[in-house]
């Protein structure tokens, strides 16, 4: 995934979770309840397991080896369930709920199944790091049970006829309080805002685009579910209104669908051509195809438009994907001298972090980080940044800590990768059975996204290809390429060739992947060793120098094999 893939600008400054309103919401033999209340066995089961597993070395191996299937193949039937919202099962939970289950109602009870979701997927963290392999195998059940439940919740939702379309939320609850209040705050309010006014088709499209905000500052794609529904009930009470389309742009771009992305933001650009949020996503959508010429336009477009934060570090990840580094930062230290918000300077100083550790200047990147944890010592991508600086300058003690916090809070893809990857640098006794851990969460990470609707190929063939499958790795990174290409998905698909031992078919998307300029130690080592595989051995030397020359900590493992592969080449 590249970097800002899912960054949204601001919208918020993250607080407390949401009120917990599903007791009043929802009637006491509610379909969710009755789903959830099916995993006993599961756990009883799951529980001899894991005393099983804890008798031998053997029986651990073994205990591992089913709960990664077991992960796997929960997956499909999550997919199955949680698409199937106008099937059978999802028919029969809104004709139980009936009229019992306001459009409000529905959308509050989606919060605590959201949040149960968030639990299974702390508990597979949990877990992990206790190497109890089998309670993972009931973590990963647990996830297709949320699911589910979620399923069904989220298809109770109904019409209600009869009330006359209100013309817009009032203040209390209008987009401005995402911007600049308590995000899970707002969200109540809307809610309770929404119990009372049901068909104020604005504050419908504004919970779902800070639906969407929740779950990338949470890092919790079942939130995805509820952001749609909320924005086709806007849709449905007043068409083609700007603000649930850009929210339809949103939600897509943040699914990893760029296509349908782009064509929300058009449709909501043609509404109104002045739609901040409307203007990033195109941008958003448009880097992400691989469309680098048009996405600069449009960066240029949007600046000219609606000047702002959000604008302004879409404008500066255009030029940094193009090589402009130096421009990159003078707009993001822009964009930083002219945040008011606390939301705004987290995430400014964040990017600026990240660019700074991309160029290897990893005191320059700790300060920044510094920055954005004084004003939200919760940012989750602050705290991964500033883990990922310290493993680069060497204190791993220090990463390994603040990474394990970073994926105990919400254990995403990337995060899960580099804590296996410190583990297994380190090396000390257990560490290597702590980092498969990491590995078998990714997957059940990717289970939750595909059953929420996002396209998780990128980061199965990019964890896959080091530490999975690698032949699934390559089967995701080809279908991910057949849809998009960028910079981040030639990268994906050289590498996952390069690992199946098909060196001369991977040279030319890893050089394809280097071609724009873009400043990336990853990408250039894994053209170097692309080229190093195919008797290239002049570019291999200088592709795999470049790269630790430009970030000599760009990662736990592939730094160590970089200098290696130098030194074995002398």
Not at 279 to 293: C, Q
Not at 463 to 484: M, P, S, V
Not at 516 to 524: D, I, M, P, Q, V
Not at 548 to 565: I, V
Request: aromatic share 6%; with cysteine.
């Amino acid at each position: 995934m590249s970097p800002r893939t899912n960054d949204s600008a601001p919208e918020s400054e993250r607080g407390s979770e949401p009120a917990d309103r599903a007791a009043e919401a929802m009637p006491e033999e509610s379909p969710a309840l009755a789903t959830e209340g099916g995993t006993g066995s599961e756990a009883e089961a799951s529980g001899s397991a894991a005393s099983e597993a804890g008798a031998t070395t053997e029986a651990t191996d073994k205990a591992a080896g089913e709960a990664e299937a077991t992960a796997k193949s929960t997956a499909p039937a999550a997919d199955r369930t949680a698409t199937g919202a106008g099937g059978e099962a999802t028919d029969k939970a809104a004709a139980e709920a009936g009229d019992e289950m306001t459009d409000t109602a529905a959308a509050e009870v989606t919060d605590d199944v959201a949040d149960e979701r968030v639990a299974a997927v702390r508990r597979l963290s949990a877990s992990g790091r206790r190497r109890h392999m089998a309670q993972l195998a009931f973590c990963a059940s647990a996830l297709a049970v949320a699911l589910t439940a979620g399923a069904i919740v989220i298809g109770a939702v109904r019409d209600d006829g009869g009330a006359a379309t209100v013309a817009s939320a009032p203040v209390g609850v209008s987009p401005q309080l995402l911007a600049g209040g308590d995000l899970d705050a707002s969200i109540t309010s809307l809610q309770d805002h929404l119990r009372s006014q049901p068909k104020d088709f604005g504050s419908w499209s504004t919970l779902g685009l800070a639906y969407i905000e929740q779950a990338r500052t949470k890092g919790d794609p079942s939130r995805y579910p509820q952001a749609e529904q909320a924005l086709d009930r806007s849709l449905k009470l007043r068409p083609d209104n700007d603000p649930a389309l850009a929210g339809r742009a949103a939600l897509a771009a943040a699914r990893h669908d760029f296509t349908d992305a782009l064509k929300y933001a058009d449709q909501a650009l043609k509404q109104n051509p002045y739609s901040e949020r409307a203007l990033a996503s195109r941008i958003d959508a448009l880097v992400e195809l691989g469309r680098y010429e048009d996405a600069s336009k449009a960066a240029d477009t949007a600046d000219s438009r609606r000047p702002g934060v959000p604008v302004f570090t879409r404008y500066a990840y255009v030029k940094e994907l193009r090589g402009d580094v130096k421009t990159a930062r003078r707009v993001l230290e822009q964009a930083l001298d002219t945040s008011t918000t606390r939301g705004d300077v987290t995430y400014v100083a964040t990017a600026l972090g990240q660019l700074a550790w991309n160029q290897g200047e990893y005191d320059s990147a700790l300060t920044y980080y510094a920055r954005a944890l004084a004003a939200d010592d919760t940012y989750l991508p602050a705290l991964e940044g500033r883990a990922r600086t310290q493993a680069a300058q060497g204190d791993r003690t220090a990463a390994i800590s603040g990474m394990e916090q970073v994926v105990e809070r919400y254990p995403l893809p990337q995060p899960l990768v580099e804590l296996g990857e410190l583990y297994e640098a380190r090396g000390k006794e257990g560490d290597a059975q702590k980092a498969r851990d990491q590995y078998t969460l990714v997957d059940a990470w990717v289970s939750l996204a595909r059953a929420n609707g996002v396209n998780a190929d990128l980061d199965t063939a990019l964890a896959a290809a080091d530490h999975g499958d690698k032949e699934a790795a390559l089967k995701a990174a080809r279908a991910e390429w057949a849809r998009r290409h960028t910079v981040h998905t030639a990268d994906a698909l050289a590498w996952a060739l390069h690992v199946n031992g098909r060196d001369e078919e991977a040279l030319p998307y890893a050089r394809e992947a280097t071609a724009t300029g873009y400043r990336n130690a990853s990408f250039l080592y894994h053209r170097g060793m692309i080229e190093r595989a195919t008797g290239h051995q002049k570019a291999a030397d200088a592709s795999l120098k470049s790269a630790l020359d430009l970030n000599p900590g760009f990662s736990p493992l592939g730094a160590t094999a970089a200098r290696k592969a130098l030194e074995a080449d002398k």
